[in-house]
């Protein structure tokens, strides 16, 4: 499995973004999910869809803002990112995997295959 995220930038506070992960190896039995990670925090979930395409999950902090989709047939993971606030700017990560149980969907160390990440500023 390899993932290649893109999208990222600089944008101002309410602007939107949408970010691009590319993935071979994936099949639709694999969980995606993206991650993201401040300067001197703790990486810490954002979003994943399901295997299977049976359901989407977010952080309480992102949920109604960001949207988690796939398309299939470019094997690419999208995040859309709305109403975007300085609290947002990270460096943001795609990942995936086929053998995550629900319990671990939030947990960064239980995805075995990760992108590079792209950077996500927001201004005020």
């Known amino acids: 499995v390899q993932l290649q995220a893109s999208g990222g930038g600089l944008v101002q506070a309410g602007g939107s973004l949408r970010l691009s992960c590319a993935a071979s190896?994936?099949?639709?039995?694999?969980?995606v999910g993206w991650f993201r990670q401040a300067p001197g925090k703790e990486r810490e979930f954002v979003a994943a869809?399901?295997?299977?395409?049976?359901?989407?999950y977010y952080s309480d902090s992102v949920k109604g803002r960001f949207t988690i989709s796939r398309d299939n047939a470019r094997s690419t993971i999208y995040l859309q990112m709305n109403s975007l606030t300085p609290e947002d700017t990270a460096v943001y990560y795609c990942?995936?995997?086929?053998?995550?149980?629900?319990?671990?969907?939030?947990?960064?160390?239980?995805?075995?295959?990760w992108g590079q990440g792209t950077q996500v500023t927001v201004s005020s």
């Open positions: 190896g994936i099949t639709s039995r694999t969980t």
């Open positions: 990942a995936a995997d086929s053998r995550l149980i629900m319990s671990s969907m939030r947990m960064w160390s239980d995805y075995d295959y």
């Open positions: 869809l399901w295997r299977g395409n049976t359901g989407t």
